[in-house]
């Protein structure tokens, strides 16, 4: 999130939204993740290299050990040494099958979760609306909605039709405990008319998150710990701001919902220690 500086005056409004600390914190935490998975495909790929070359040398120990009988009419069983040969050729498989079973847990769980998050949101807030969009980005479920199901304009007061919309999207919320909840505020880029209350779009943006948040905790029973409020005024458009069509589409509220980052970071911490050691 980028850095501003607001009036003193406003400070106190935003110390109820996210931190710049944390939510920077769970940006870098989410990239570190990424990390790991990319280096964990890595090792990945490298295993499953190895594994066909012990396949090619399991392959030549039994054409040599079949050569072997068919030219000594005395032999009639594998040699000793071949045969311990191909014993340890499939162990060492075993072991390669066992280390590529762990690391593809481990790159698969949290695109299933997600797969299955994602099911379960469109048949629940209707991905039908157009003006609801539900998507997948690097594994985490976003769910846009735009601001004229929200708000009336340069409003920061939840509609009667906004709650009906976030009355399914709390549904999904509460039947996942363990997956956090980020409302982003979103704004265009035309400047807010300050009321003597808010003072610009970053203003607005966090005042709409903390509106949808206190809908989702006061009457939807959503647990407020599992939600984090967040304002990112016009600076991460969907489009550019260019006519009014897509300013529009600009202006929105986006639910990120995710699992929480330090349950996948550690089980990919504790696989990548097994395969170093």
């Known amino acids: 999130m980028k850095k ?34 990319n280096t964990a495909t890595v ?22 050990n079949q050569l072997l009988i068919n030219t000594s009419k005395d032999m009639t069983v594998l040699t ?36 299955a998050l994602v099911t379960s949101l469109k048949s629940s807030v209707g991905i039908s609306d157009p ?15 735009a601001d004229k199901l929200l708000f009336k304009s340069g409003s920061y007061d939840v509609t009667d039709k906004a709650k009906a919309v976030l009355a399914k999207v709390a549904k999904v919320v509460n039947d996942k405990p363990d997956f956090e909840c980020m409302v982003e505020g979103h704004t265009d880029n035309v400047p807010y008319r300050s009321n003597g209350v808010l003072l610009d779009n970053w203003d607005l943006s966090v005042k709409r998150s903390t509106s949808i948040i206190r809908v989702l905790t006061n009457d939807l029973g959503v647990k407020p710990a599992q939600l984090i ?49």
């Open 80 to 115: 000793t040494k071949g045969a311990e040969n191909i014993e340890k050729a499939l162990e060492s498989i075993k072991e390669k099958d066992l280390k590529i079973s762990r690391m593809q847990d481990a790159l698969t769980k949290k695109d299933s979760v997600t797969l």
């Open 131 to 145: 003006d609801i969009e539900i998507n997948v980005e690097k594994g985490v479920v976003f769910i846009s909605i």
């Open 4 to 37: 501003i500086v607001l009036a003193l005056s406003v400070l106190a409004l935003l110390t109820s939204c996210v931190s710049k600390k944390k939510y920077s914190a769970l940006e870098a935490k989410n990239k570190e993740t990424q990390d790991l998975l």
């Open 229 to 277: 409020a967040a304002g990112r005024s016009s600076y991460v458009p969907l489009f550019e701001n260019d006519s009014p069509e897509n300013k529009a589409k600009n202006r929105r509220t986006r639910i990120v919902v995710m699992p929480k980052i330090d349950q996948f970071y550690d089980m990919i911490e504790k696989e990548m220690k097994k395969q170093q050691q």
């Open 43 to 64: 090792k990945l790929n490298s295993c499953l290299e190895e594994r066909a070359g012990l396949a090619a040398t399991v392959e030549g120990l039994k054409e040599k």
